[in-house]
């Protein structure tokens, strides 16, 4: 719990709750273990978004399956070392939030994209994927890309569609000798 002295109003509410060295390990070793693992990972800038819309970002990572996180750069560039995302180290510059994609490539960067279209004030500044950091303007990309339900139904269709194929190539003889007969039988029926 943190508190302002009325005695002191110059001085900075940060100061009361600055992180101790403990703290800033285990802030790294938890983001360090969420970067390893990731698929994926989107730095925005938040500057200007309320303490409601924040929550309300945080409630639909946990929902989408996205690591969220308000950290110091410097910690983050630690937490990052040894990852695909250490590409991303150079370009940390500002105030950032982190999101991991922890189910699909694609979550963390919807999770933004879908968020920004209703709150200007969230900004996608950087884009990891694969250990290569993307441009900002990529998010798009990297948004339509298919969730884990969609990739396996792509897939079930992709290896269903030459099993249809071959059943319809070998019912087709059968199918052509009903309708040639049909025709036949049409035929004289007509002419009779």
């Given amino acids: ?12 509410w940060r100061a009361k709750v600055a992180l101790n060295l403990e703290d800033k390990k285990s802030i790294v070793a938890e983001v360090s273990t969420v970067a390893a693992s990731a698929h994926s990972a989107v730095a925005t800038e938040y ?3 309320s303490v409601g819309e924040m929550t309300e970002l945080r409630a639909r990572a946990r929902n989408e399956g996205v690591y969220l996180r308000v950290i110091k750069n410097s910690l ?13 180290k150079d370009s940390l510059v500002g105030p950032l939030i982190m999101a991991f994609s922890q189910e699909d490539p694609g979550a963390a960067a ?4 879908d968020f920004s279209k209703e709150h200007d004030k969230l900004i996608a500044r950087i884009i990891s994927v694969g250990g290569e950091v993307l ?14 339900e969609q990739a396996l139904s792509l897939l ?4 269903k569609a030459p099993i249809e194929k071959f059943v319809r190539t070998m019912n087709e003889p059968h199918a052509k000798l009903v309708r040639t007969v049909a025709a036949v039988r049409d035929q004289k029926q007509a002419s009779a």
């Fill in 110 to 113: 919807r999770l933004v994209k």
């Fill in 135 to 148: 441009p900002a303007e990529q998010i798009d990309r990297l948004a339509k890309l298919p969730n884990r």
């Fill in 47 to 49: 500057r200007g978004l």
């Fill in 76 to 88: 983050v560039k630690r937490a990052v070392d040894g990852t695909d995302f250490e590409c991303m």
């Fill in 156 to 159: 079930m269709a992709v290896m």
């Fill in 1 to 12: 719990m943190f508190y302002i002295h009325r005695e002191q109003p110059e001085l900075n």
